[in-house]
């Protein structure tokens, strides 16, 4: 499974960035995704994860209410809306996929990677 994510840039602190990540598989729903951040000099954390059929998600106590992860199925995509962005959430930020979302939630292994997108906030 390749994973590539797409829609970082610069936004002011309070604006808001969507990413994407499209998943080149014919299996995509049998994946549970995620995405994970990692900010200069600091450790790789998670983020969010979204079950193999979008009823379940999950979110670091960090982003909880300000951002919003989807999936598309369809379009074999997930989404992460990312609003009132502060300077804290500057980072590489990681798609990932793994066959069970509990593992997403709690380790940093899932099954594949995809390559960063950077996003930086400015103050």
């Known amino acids: 499974v390749q994973l590539q994510a797409s829609g970082g840039g610069l936004v002011q602190a309070g604006g808001s960035l969507r990413l994407s990540c499209a998943a080149s598989?014919?299996?995509?729903?049998?994946?549970?995704m995620g995405w994970f951040r990692q900010a200069p000099g600091k450790k790789r954390e998670f983020v969010t994860a979204i079950s193999r059929n979008g009823k379940s998600t999950y979110y670091a106590n960090s982003v909880k209410g300000r951002f919003t992860i989807s999936r598309d199925n369809l379009k074999n995509t997930v989404y992460l809306q990312m609003d009132s962005l502060n300077p804290e959430d500057t980072a590489v930020y990681y798609c990932?996929?793994?066959?069970?979302?509990?593992?997403?939630?709690?380790?940093?292994?899932?099954?594949?990677w995809g390559q960063g997108t950077l996003v930086t906030v400015s103050s």
């Open positions: 598989t014919r299996t995509f729903s049998n994946y549970a």
């Open positions: 990932a996929a793994g066959l069970d979302v509990i593992v997403l939630v709690t380790t940093d292994v899932p099954d594949y």
